[in-house]
């Protein structure tokens, strides 16, 4: 049936959680003097002056709401900027919920290096420590993509979202809806171990390539 939700195995759900909270703790560690660089940078650029980390609201496994983090890559105040601009608001929803860094007025200089890098998605760590997300699922959304899931949303909420999934592993920004929403969808009928360390690793691909990064 269309609307089924598949039931993971508890053996699964379990180690998955712990790789989870092993390889964020071991990631933050390691990953601190890149934290430290990025918070310098904030602090002595005159351009860059505001919160060093950006909190965006999601949607979680069950309808439950959270903040994703992320360093901020634009401007203080852009969600407020974009909204108050239509035309600017209309091209953000025609363009899948995202605008191109060279259309996009909200994104600064440095902020840009840090979506090609990816290097912005590194507090979301802490998301997945706090259970939040998880390493491998599909890219958690606000509350307006839920419609371009149909009558499928609660499939797509039965599982925790993830800081990499199949759609980040097969192109990012460059597959749009409905496209990315039968890619989500397939993750949650197939989610194993092995399909999480494919997808890892053909994320870590992407990353290095900044395919559809932006």
Not at 101 to 124: A, C, H, M, N
């Amino acid at each position: 049936m269309e609307n089924e939700i598949p039931v993971q195995g508890i053996v699964y759900r379990i180690s998955k959680r712990s790789i989870d909270v092993i390889l964020s703790l071991v990631a933050l560690v390691l990953l601190s003097p890149v934290f430290l660089v990025v918070w310098l940078t904030y602090k002595v650029s005159s351009s860059n002056r505001g919160p060093v980390i950006y909190r965006q609201q999601r949607v979680g496994k069950n309808n439950h709401d959270f903040y994703i983090l992320k360093f901020r890559s634009m401007v203080v105040g852009a969600d407020e900027k974009l909204k108050a601009d239509p035309k600017l608001y209309q091209q953000y929803l025609d363009n899948n919920y995202k605008l191109p860094p060279d259309l996009d007025p909200r994104i600064t200089q440095f902020g840009k290096w840090l979506r090609r890098s990816s290097v912005d998605e590194l507090p979301q760590f802490v998301n997945i420590l706090r259970g939040d997300m998880s390493l491998i699922g599909p890219r958690p959304v606000v509350r307006d993509e839920l419609s371009e899931y149909g009558n499928r949303v609660n499939k797509l909420l039965s599982v925790t979202p993830g800081a990499m999934g199949l759609w980040q592993a097969s192109g990012r920004s460059n597959i749009g809806y409905p496209e990315r929403c039968e890619m989500e969808l397939y993750y949650v009928d197939h989610a194993s171990f092995w399909f999480d360390v494919k997808i890892f690793f053909r994320n870590i691909f992407h990353i290095a390539t900044s395919d559809g990064a932006y």
